[in-house]
Structures are given as structure tokens and as C-alpha cells.
């Protein structure tokens, strides 16, 4: 599967780019509440700050900190014209492992609920070395630049999908789109397949790691891994 | 897509990254947009020292906008004068910033006065003053990426991944 960059592409453009795009509007009104630890960790930043949020979709967390300056990206143009409304920020069609920005300018990046569409440990490991040579270096006893990454976790026994260790890690996940008024009571539910790698204890550490981070703080939140990353000194 | 986003960003060709003919993009077919944004001071102020001169100079020249910016950073200018009253360490931080301030060292600038009207025409320049349509071109590989109601699509084509 390594060896195939470009099949990789393909299955994603069908299982992640795609469904998003059909269900842009959708998924937009039923994500709108800021996890806790990205909420605390963009509330922190000084006044000022520039950084990237990396696979927005609809910018939900674009609205949290508005004396910061956000570039805002994600693939679908469909989840952008909804996440570019979001003043002072800026939203850009982007891809995660093309990001058309400079080297070491930014003060953060957010990546929530991303890199685990990312359908090789190669990809995902990249995507984290994408963001990281974006961020300052550390500099005068400064840590620099940090970045705050989520993923989906396989630990998540009492959530509606029951997944735990020892479960099946790279899934497909049926999205139910119900008709609604435009399609008519009478059609029946559409269903999209999302993939998703999910993450067992552990692994985007090293992942991390792998990508050549230093790791500040990580943690479990809601059915989720995370971890606040920065360059090596 | 406003003037201070094109001072973030760059061609998304990884080996454009390393040559310094891809940054910044150079406009191309642009026409204008204003929008209105609230004028936040302290948020201009800590700004600044993120920002590159030379890249915003040749941006807004391009546009023909080259007289909304000022010949130098004002927090520079700021940091010289601050100088001149006998900082001896004001080598060290030059070179600070010019790799960037970083995130703690932020806010013990704030008491270096720069004034209300500066930033405010900076506002303006920077937050306020965007291209609806036209191209983004790298001058290192030549690509020209589509600027659409407002929103740059830095998406590339097969052949470039
Ligand atoms: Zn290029």
C-alpha cells in the first residue's frame, strides 16, 4: 500500500474528499461545540499570534480567538465557503500534505480530527512534518511554535461505536444522510463510507517522533488522542 | 483573500519551498475587494513583527498599493530608536527578530509606542484589503493559482503532487 502514493490519493478522494463535499452542509449543523482542549489551547495564545488550522472544515474553531490571525485550509471548496466567514481569519482550499506556506513563520497550527483520513502510516506521519517545519523554531529559551494535533482513538469502549483495543484499525464509517425536504420524504437515506485509521495509545507519540517532533504535552480526551508538538531545538 | 494571508504563503510545490523566487506569490489579473474588519490595536501591534517588509512592499507594489506602506516596519523603527538611548543588547535583538519574535516574547513589546493612525492605515492595508479575483504565480515554477470569490485554491494538479 506504501508503494502506491497515488492509490492512496485515489481511495481518499473517495472515502474522505468527496464525502465531505456531499455532506458539507450537513456535517456544518451538527459540529459546533469546541472540544475543551482546543477551545483552552487557542484561548491561550497572545494577542497577535498567526497560525494555520489545518484541515478546517466548516471553521468551528475559527470563532474561539479573534485577536489571533488564522489561515484556515481544508480540501473540500464546500466546507471553505462555509468556514470563510469567520472574520479576521482567512479560509484557503488547501491539501495537508501540499500547505502552500513558507517555512518556520507561525506562532501555531490546530489539526483536529484530521490525519487519521490519512490512509498510510507514511501519510500521516508526513502530514505531521508538514505542519512542524511551518512552526518557529525554538528560539532564546522560547519553545517557539506549537502545534496542537487530534485523531480519533481505537480506545473508546463506552462510545456509541465500541471500538477497543485489539479492534480492527483502519475503518470504513457509514455516514446516513437522511432526505430531507429538497430530496423528498419518500427517497431513501443516502450513505457515505468515511475512512478512518483510528489510533491506539500511544501511536501518535510516536508518529510524532517519527515526524521529527518534540512532544510538549499529550493526552485522551473524548474518545480521542492528542498531542501539543513542536520543532526540535 | 486578504493582503496579509499572501504574506503567509508560498507555492505548494515542495521543491518551489526551497527557492526564494517562490515567495512571496506575485498577483496576477487581480482586482480588489474591501472589506470591513474591526480595528483591533493590540492585535495590529503584536502583528507587525510577524509580518515581512520586503514581501509586503513587493505585494502591495504589484497591486500598486506601494504608497499605503511604509518604507520600514514601524516596530523597527521602534526598536532603533529604543537603541539609540543605549540598549546594549540590541544586536542580540535584531537577529531575534529577524528569525521572528517569538510567542513569550510577544508581550513585553507591547510598551513600545507605535501610533494609533500607523496601525490603523495598517489595518486597513493588511486586513481590510483583499483580491476577489485573479491568479497567485510562483516565480520559481511558474504556476498560477485561482483566486475565486474571494478564496485561493491551492490545490495542485496531478502532475505536481
Ligand atoms: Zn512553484
Known amino acids: 500500500m506504501a508503494e502506491q502514493p497515488r492509490d492512496e490519493l485515489q481511495y481518499e478522494n473517495e472515502h474522505v474528499h468527496e464525502v465531505y463535499d456531499q455532506i458539507a452542509t450537513h456535517f456544518s449543523s451538527t459540529r459546533y461545540k469546541p472540544w475543551p482542549v482546543v477551545d483552552e489551547f487557542l484561548r491561550s495564545l497572545p494577542a497577535g499570534a498567526v497560525g494555520l488550522d489545518v484541515g478546517c472544515g466548516n471553521g468551528k474553531y475559527l470563532p474561539v480567538n479573534k485577536s489571533v490571525f488564522i489561515i484556515a485550509s481544508d480540501r473540500s471548496k464546500a466546507l471553505i465557503d462555509i468556514a470563510r466567514q469567520h472574520e479576521p481569519h482567512t479560509a484557503i482550499v488547501a491539501d495537508t500534505l501540499h500547505l502552500p506556506h513558507p517555512p518556520a513563520r507561525f506562532d501555531f497550527a490546530i489539526s483536529i480530527a484530521v490525519i487519521h483520513h490519512l490512509s498510510s502510516v507514511e501519510r500521516r506521519v508526513q502530514a505531521i512534518r508538514t505542519i512542524i517545519q511551518t512552526l518557529r523554531p525554538p528560539l532564546k529559551g522560547s519553545s517557539g511554535g506549537q502545534a496542537l494535533i487530534f485523531v480519533w482513538a481505537l480506545e473508546q469502549k463506552y462510545s456509541r461505536r465500541g471500538w477497543d483495543q485489539g479492534s480492527q484499525q483502519d475503518v470504513l464509517v457509514p455516514w446516513i444522510l437522511k432526505p430531507d425536504q429538497t430530496s423528498g420524504p419518500d427517497s431513501p437515506p443516502k450513505t457515505y463510507q468515511r475512512y478512518y485509521h483510528l489510533y491506539h495509545e500511544g501511536e501518535l507519540d510516536n508518529d510524532a517522533i517519527a515526524a521529527g517532533a518534540r512532544i510538549l504535552r499529550s493526552g485522551y480526551d473524548r474518545d480521542n488522542w492528542w498531542v501539543i508538538i513542536a520543532r526540535q531545538a | ?161
Open chain 2, 1 to 161: 483573500m486578504k493582503l496579509l494571508t499572501t504574506n503567509f504563503l508560498t507555492c505548494a510545490v515542495k521543491t518551489c519551498k526551497t527557492s526564494p523566487l517562490s515567495f512571496p506569490l506575485h498577483f496576477k489579473d487581480a482586482t480588489l475587494e474591501r472589506t470591513e474588519i474591526d480595528f483591533d490595536p493590540l492585535f495590529m501591534r503584536n502583528l507587525l513583527p510577524r509580518v515581512n517588509w520586503d514581501a509586503l512592499t513587493t505585494t502591495a507594489t504589484e497591486l500598486g498599493l506601494q504608497a499605503l506602506v511604509p518604507a520600514k516596519n514601524p516596530v523597527d523603527v521602534v526598536e532603533q530608536s529604543r537603541g539609540d538611548d543605549g540598549d546594549i543588547d540590541v544586536q542580540a535583538e535584531a537577529e531575534a527578530d529577524a528569525e521572528g519574535t517569538t510567542i513569550n516574547a510577544t508581550e513585553t513589546n507591547a510598551d513600545h509606542e507605535i501610533e494609533e493612525e500607523i496601525l490603523r492605515r495598517l489595518h486597513n492595508l493588511l486586513l481590510e484589503t483583499g483580491v476577489v479575483e485573479g491568479k497567485l504565480v510562483c516565480g520559481n515554477c511558474g504556476f498560477e493559482y485561482p483566486i475565486k470569490e474571494g478564496v485561493g485554491n491551492f490545490l495542485l494538479p496531478a502532475h505536481l503532487v
